[in-house]
């Protein structure tokens, strides 16, 4: 096991303008097949790591990180310059954060252990792996 005081995460945008770090073992890693997530990343699948809001901190370039608020309450950080798609707060819970794997600047000590808004993933980027799946409305409801 990890020494979950040891586990440092660091990350950044594309253009270096923002950098993070974050401390403590993740709360879940998963693959997200939401819209909203596809749209915003331009991509298939997000990759995202749940952690305490507290234990992740904007190293440099806070000034540089722009936010954007769903419909649905939640918050989007990103880098105003580069676009990089670096944290999601959810609207329900603030004392949650989840940070985008690709933003990762190290190897992440954690499997991925869940697919959700599994029934949301689209014909280009389809389930290929035996990861539990969750979806339904809220997204982590579980499958029939
Ligand atoms: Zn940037
Ligand atoms: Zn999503």
Not at 69 to 75: D, F, K, P, Q, R
Not at 117 to 144: F, H, K, V
């Amino acid at each position: 096991m990890p020494d979950e005081d040891q586990a440092t995460l660091t990350g950044s945008c594309l253009c270096g303008a923002v950098e993070f770090a974050a401390s403590g073992a993740p709360r879940f890693v998963a693959h997200c097949h939401c819209e909203n997530c596809r749209k915003a990343h331009g991509a298939g699948i997000v990759t995202w790591v749940g952690l305490p809001a507290a234990s992740v901190a904007v190293t440099r370039g806070e000034n540089a990180c722009s936010r954007y608020v769903s419909e649905t309450g939640a918050t989007w950080i990103f880098c105003g310059s580069c676009g990089s798609r670096l944290f999601y707060r959810p609207a329900n819970d603030q004392a949650e954060i989840h940070v985008a794997a690709g933003a990762l600047d190290v190897d992440l000590d954690a499997n991925v252990n869940v697919h959700v808004y599994a029934d949301r993933a689209t014909n280009w980027c389809p389930i290929t792996d035996d990861i539990p799946q969750r979806g339904g409305p809220s997204g982590m409801e579980r499958l029939p």
